[in-house]
C-alpha cells in the first residue's frame, strides 16, 4: 500500500469553488487561500443562521498508545461513508500543531484513503491560524509587560503573571526561563516560561467563541496576574482586547478543505484535549451543521479528556446537541493495557486483549453517564488477527453497545459503510438529549471530585499547597461557578501515565490551578502534565525534507 503522501499526491483534488457549491455556496462567500483551501467569511455564516441543523456524531476513542488508535482516521472515513450511501455530511475537525507534527505522533490529517487535503498544507501552515494565534498571544504579553514598564498604572504585580508566551514548537528548554535580563533599559528581570500554542488561552477563545463580539468580550475577561494588592487584573482594564481580537479576524473565520474522495472538510482550530478542551472551533461545526445533513467531529485523545471536555464545555458553549458518540477502539492498545510492551503489540496476543478490555469497558461506563447513544468502531489494522477482533465485538456486544469492524485507512469510507448504516439508524431514530456531569454552580472541589472520580474511576483527590491558595484566590474573587477542564496525561485514566488498563483506588493529585476566566473555565493541572511539551529522542522531524522542486517527504 501507498504511503499517507503518496496517497495525497495521487489524489485529483477539486477546486475549493467546487466543494463550496457543492455546499450551497458561491465563490463570492469564501475567501480564497490558492485553489483547494478557503475560509468561509463572515457575511455567509450570518445567512445561514435559517438554514435547517442537522445532526452531530462525535468520535471519542479508548486510551490510545503514543502513536493514537485512528480516531482522525475514522472521523473523516465516516463522513466519506456517509456520502458514500447517499447522505450529505461534513467532517469537521482540528488543525494540526507543529509540535507534535515534527515530533512524535506525526500530523493530524487522517490517514491512507481517509484524509483531509492538501496534507503537506495542513499540516504545516495551512491557513495561518495558529501563527496568527501564536502572534495574538505574544503582542498580548508584550503589551502587558510594556505597560508595567511605564508606570504600571494598574500595580500589576510581576511575580503574579499568570499570561506566558506561547510557540507552537515542542521546546522543554522554554518551560522555565528568566526574562528580562541586561539592565533597566531592558525591563525587569523575573521567571517566566513559554506554552505550546495549543494551549494558549487565546487558542481556546478562539474555539470557543459564537462571534467576532464574543471573541473580543472573552479577550477583554482574560486575568493575565494580580496586583500587590492580590487583586486580578483583566485584559478589558488595558483596554488592549481590540487590538488582540483584529490579530485573530480571518483566524475566526472556519477554514474549509476536502478529504480524499472530496468530502467536505472543516478544519480548524487546535487546543490540545490533554490541556485544554480539545476540539475544533464551535464556529466550524455550528456552521457545518447548518450545511450538512451530518457532521463528524472528533474529541481529542481518550473519552475521559475529549469527550467529557466536549459535553461539559463546548456543547455548552456552543449551545449544540450531540446525537451520538463512535467510540474508536483498536486491538493493539487494548493488548498495551493488557501488559503487552508497546514494540510487541503488532504481534498476535488474544490473552492481552482480553486483560486490557476492562479500559474499554471503562470509557463504554463513561459513555452512559452523558446519557448518551453510541456504537463502537473497531479500527482494525494489518496485525490484527481475526480471533483478536472476535474478542473484542463480543465484549462490545456483552455490554450492550453495536459494534463495527472499519478500514478506513486502507479503504476509504468503503471501508465502513456497516458504520455509516448504523449511525444513521440510530441518530435519526429519537430526538437529541444528553446531560452534563455537573452542575457549574457547585463548588470547584465539588467539580473536580465528579470527574476524577466518575470519569476516571479516582478514589481521591490531593491539593498541592500552590493549588489549595489557587482555590482560595478563586472563590474569593468570584470564578468558582466557572466549568473544569482537567490538564491530565493522556496515557491513562489516571494522573499517573504508567497506570494502563483500568487503575482503580487511584489518587489524583492537583498540582495547580489556572484561572482561564476568558475562555470561561478553569484549569485544574494534575499529575506532571506539562503544558509544553518535549521532543523524544528521535523525532519525526529525522526523516522530514524538503525536495529541489518543492515537495516534502517524511509527513504522516
Not at 48 to 71: C, D, F, R, W
Not at 215 to 230: A, S
Not at 405 to 417: E, M, Q, S, W
Not at 474 to 481: A, C, E, L, Q, R
Request: charged content about 25%; aromatic content about 8%.
Amino acid at each position: 500500500m501507498l504511503n499517507d503522501l503518496e496517497i495525497a499526491r495521487n489524489t485529483k483534488l477539486m477546486n475549493i469553488d467546487e466543494i463550496a457549491a457543492g455546499l450551497g455556496l458561491n465563490p463570492s462567500e469564501i475567501d480564497h487561500y490558492g485553489e483547494y483551501k478557503a475560509k468561509i467569511r463572515f457575511s455567509t455564516l450570518d445567512k445561514l443562521q435559517n438554514n435547517p441543523i442537522g445532526k452531530l456524531i462525535l468520535v471519542s476513542a479508548i486510551t490510545p498508545t503514543p502513536a493514537g488508535e485512528g480516531k482522525t482516521t475514522v472521523s473523516i472515513g465516516l463522513s466519506q461513508a456517509l456520502n458514500r450511501i447517499g447522505k450529505k455530511s461534513i467532517v469537521a475537525i482540528r488543525e494540526p500543531s507543529l509540535g507534535p507534527v515534527f515530533g512524535i505522533k506525526g500530523g493530524a490529517a487522517g490517514g491512507g484513503y481517509s484524509q483531509v487535503l492538501p496534507m503537506e498544507d495542513i499540516n504545516l501552515h495551512f491557513t495561518g491560524d495558529f501563527h496568527a494565534v501564536t502572534a495574538a498571544n505574544n503582542t498580548l504579553a508584550a503589551l502587558i509587560d510594556n505597560h508595567i514598564y511605564y508606570d504600571n498604572e494598574l500595580n500589576l504585580d510581576p511575580r503574579r503573571m499568570n499570561w506566558k508566551r506561547v510557540l507552537d514548537v515542542n521546546d522543554r528548554m522554554l518551560r522555565k526561563i528568566v526574562i528580562g535580563l541586561g539592565g533597566s533599559k531592558q525591563g525587569f528581570p523575573r521567571e517566566d516560561g513559554f506554552d505550546i500554542t495549543p494551549a494558549s488561552e487565546i487558542m481556546a477563545i478562539l474555539c470557543l467563541s459564537n462571534s467576532m463580539d464574543e471573541l473580543k468580550e472573552r479577550i477583554g475577561n482574560i486575568t493575565v496576574g494580580f496586583t500587590y494588592d492580590g487583586e486580578p487584573v483583566k485584559v478589558q482594564q488595558f483596554g488592549f482586547e481590540g487590538a488582540i481580537a483584529a490579530l485573530l479576524k480571518d483566524a475566526l473565520k472556519p477554514n474549509i478543505v476536502q478529504t480524499t474522495e472530496n468530502t467536505p472538510a472543516f478544519v480548524h482550530g487546535g487546543p490540545f484535549a490533554n490541556i485544554a478542551q480539545g476540539a475544533n472551533s464551535i464556529l466550524a461545526t455550528k456552521t457545518a451543521l447548518r450545511l450538512s445533513e451530518y457532521v463528524v467531529t472528533e474529541a481529542g485523545f481518550g473519552f475521559d479528556l475529549g469527550a467529557e471536555k466536549f459535553f461539559d464545555l463546548v456543547c455548552k458553549y456552543g449551545k449544540f446537541c450531540t446525537d451520538a458518540v463512535v467510540l474508536v477502539a483498536t486491538v493493539r492498545a487494548l493488548k498495551m493495557h493488557g501488559g503487552a510492551k508497546l514494540k510487541e503489540i503488532s504481534a498476535p496476543n488474544p490473552k492481552a486483549v482480553e486483560a486490557g478490555l476492562p479500559n474499554l469497558g471503562k470509557h463504554l461506563e463513561n459513555i452512559h453517564k452523558f446519557g448518551m447513544k453510541s456504537i463502537v468502531a473497531i479500527n482494525r489494522f494489518p496485525t490484527d488477527t481475526e480471533e483478536e477482533l472476535k474478542l473484542v465485538a463480543d465484549f462490545v456486544q456483552a455490554n450492550g453497545f453495536e459494534v463495527s469492524v472499519v478500514d478506513f485507512h486502507a479503504k476509504g469510507g468503503a471501508g465502513g459503510l456497516e458504520l455509516a448504516e448504523k449511525v444513521i439508524s440510530m441518530v435519526d431514530k429519537d430526538i437529541c438529549q444528553y446531560r452534563g456531569l455537573y452542575d457549574w454552580n457547585s463548588p470547584v472541589e465539588d467539580k473536580i471530585f465528579t470527574i476524577a472520580s466518575e470519569i476516571y474511576g479516582a478514589q481521591k483527590v490531593d491539593y498541592t499547597a500552590d493549588a489549595k491558595a489557587d482555590l482560595k484566590k478563586i472563590n474569593k474573587y468570584g470564578f468558582d461557578k466557572l466549568p473544569i477542564c482537567i490538564a491530565k496525561t493522556q496515557k491513562s485514566l489516571s494522573d499517573n501515565p504508567d497506570l494502563i488498563g483500568r487503575p482503580k483506588d487511584f489518587l489524583v493529585t492537583v498540582r495547580e490551578i489556572v484561572i482561564a476566566s476568558g475562555a470561561g473555565f478553569l484549569i485544574p493541572i494534575t499529575g506532571e502534565i506539562m503544558r509544553m511539551p518535549g521532543l523524544p529522542k528521535h523525532p519525526s522531524a529525522e526523516m522530514i525534507d524538503v525536495e529541489s522542486d518543492g515537495n516534502i517527504s517524511g509527513l504522516f
